[in-house]
Every structure is written in structure tokens, then in C-alpha cells.
Nanobody, 124 residues
Framework: VQLQASGGGLVQAGGSLRLVCAAS?????????MGWFRQAPGKEREFVAA????????HYLRSLEGRFAISRDNGENTVYLQMSSLNPEDTAVYYC?????????????????WGTGTQVTVSS
């Protein structure tokens, strides 16, 4: 499966962004558990959020709960990450990922397929 993330940009602290990840090829999109990760400059990549194959379950990095929301549209082969109340610590390259064998609580341990990243920069 090929994954293409978009929607990043420059936003002021307190603002919102919605990231979009479009999938193509591979299995049916609904066969993949989907996740978002991010990597800030000089830091390791970290798990952000995951959504189940049906879209009914989600799991988040605890510190992001309440500000970030992941969702998917299996009819459009797309997964979203709605980010609100952004702060400069959210500045990172955000990546989407897919794995047909993971559940939402194991996404944080790694994924099989990775997409291109999209830069999110939050100014203070």
C-alpha cells in the first residue's frame, strides 16, 4: 500500500490543522489498522494516534488525548488527524502508517507500511 500524507503547514499556537493520509494499492483499505506518528527535530519518532480497521476504536498518546482526533473514511481510502490547541511542541514531521496485523494498542510498537511525511510547524 502507498500512503501520502498532506495538510501540514504553519499555524500559530492555539490553532488547528487537519492532516490527511490517502492510501492506494495493496489490500482493501479496511484491512489496515492505521496510525499517525511524528518526529520532531533531534528527537525519535513517536506514536500519535491509531484507528481500527472499522474506525470504531481509537488509541492516542496519552498526552494528546482531547486535542487530537483520528478518524477514517474507508470509502475514500483516507485517514485523518484533526489537531487542535496546537503548541510549538507539536512541531514535527507527521507520518501516516498502515499495518494489517496490528490493533490500535499495538500500533505504537511499529508499523509495516509508511507514507511520506507532512511538516507541521507551530509558531509561538
Amino acid at each position: 500500500v502507498q500512503l501520502q500524507a498532506s495538510g501540514g503547514g504553519l499555524v500559530q499556537a492555539g490553532g488547528s490543522l487537519r492532516l490527511v493520509c490517502a492510501a492506494s494499492g495493496g489490500r482493501a483499505f479496511s484491512d489496515y489498522t492505521m496510525g499517525w506518528f511524528r518526529q520532531a527535530p533531534g528527537k525519535e519518532r513517536e506514536f500519535v494516534a491509531a484507528v481500527s480497521k472499522s474506525g470504531k476504536s481509537a488509541h492516542y498518546l496519552r498526552s494528546l488525548e482531547g486535542r487530537f482526533a483520528i478518524s477514517r473514511d474507508n470509502g475514500e481510502n483516507t485517514v485523518y488527524l484533526q489537531m487542535s490547541s496546537l503548541n510549538p511542541e507539536d512541531t514535527a514531521v507527521y507520518y501516516c502508517a498502515a499495518d494489517p496485523f496490528k490493533v490500535v494498542t499495538t500500533v505504537q510498537y511499529g508499523m509495516k507500511f509508511w507514507g511520506t511525511g507532512t511538516q507541521v510547524t507551530v509558531s509561538s
